[in-house]
């Protein structure tokens, strides 16, 4: 069982800069894939960004170079330093965690869906 908690979100003006903390505690045994997601009012939950065991990394579009996602193993930690926002992605962040997927042909993968969630942190960005 793995809890999961977020930090580091607030208000900032467009163009502004934040890192989002996620605090871990427990573990996944072998593979696993850590991500943030987000929610904006009346919309579904997004993945913003995944990394996995090794350090892959995948973004989704809409922040791709302006958003690093990156963890610090040794402290149990996930990280999302945010450059440039927009108010496009004020939302709530949530960090989250699972153990990888595994196809013979692919190997180990991150899925769409997490088993782990933390409570959220918010991030608003006015124009």
């Known amino acids: 069982q793995v809890q999961l908690e977020e930090s580091g979100g607030g208000s900032v003006q467009s163009g502004g800069s934040l890192r989002l903390s996620c605090a871990a505690s427990?573990?996944?045994?072998?593979?696993?894939?850590m991500g943030w997601y987000r929610q904006a009012p009346g919309k579904e939950r997004d993945g913003v960004a995944v990394i996995d065991s090794i350090g892959n990394t995948i973004y989704a579009d809409s922040v791709k170079g302006r958003f690093t996602i990156s963890q610090d193993n040794a402290k149990n930690s996930l990280y999302l330093q945010m450059n440039n926002l927009k108010p496009e992605d004020t939302a709530m962040y949530y960090c989250?965690?699972?153990?990888?997927?595994?196809?013979?042909?692919?190997?180990?993968?991150?899925?769409?869906?997490?088993?782990?969630w933390g409570q959220g942190t918010q991030v608003t960005v006015s124009s």
């Open positions: 427990g573990s996944i045994y072998g593979a696993y894939c």
């Open positions: 989250a965690a699972s153990p990888a997927k595994y196809r013979w042909n692919v190997g180990n993968y991150c899925s769409g869906d997490y088993d782990y």
